[in-house]
């Protein structure tokens, strides 16, 4: 079983920056950033893979960075140039031969 717990939501003004953390109990190989909105489907943000190829929406490539830090088994998603469009719940997604799920972060971009 494996758990995540992330953190780093909350309000900021468009073009500002964020940054989310998700601290998993256990290295894993596969891990993102999904976010959901009210009514629509949760969409793939970024992925990471060890030793550190990552893939990106098109709608936050030049914009997010998705990194980790095996030692402290953290995967963060730094968020610049915040844009409305940008407000979701994001939610930290590792697979392990299973796929798991945190609880979700939200982020509001807002003035």
């Known amino acids: 079983q494996v758990q995540l717990v992330e953190s780093g939501g909350g309000l900021v003004q468009p073009g500002g920056s964020l940054r989310l953390s998700c601290v998993a109990s256990?290295?894993?190989?596969?891990m993102g950033w999904y976010r959901q909105v009210p009514g629509k489907e949760r969409e793939l943000v970024a992925l990471?893979?060890?030793?550190?190829?990552?893939s990106y929406a098109d709608s936050v490539k030049g914009r997010f960075t998705i990194s980790r830090d095996n030692a402290r088994r953290t995967m963060y998603l730094q968020m610049n140039s915040l844009r409305p469009e940008d407000t979701a719940v994001y939610y930290c997604?590792?697979?392990?031969?299973?796929?798991?799920w945190g609880q979700g972060t939200q982020v509001t971009v807002s003035s």
């Open positions: 997604y590792a697979r392990l031969g299973s796929v798991y």
């Open positions: 256990g290295i894993i190989y596969t």
């Open positions: 990471i893979r060890d030793p550190g190829s990552t």
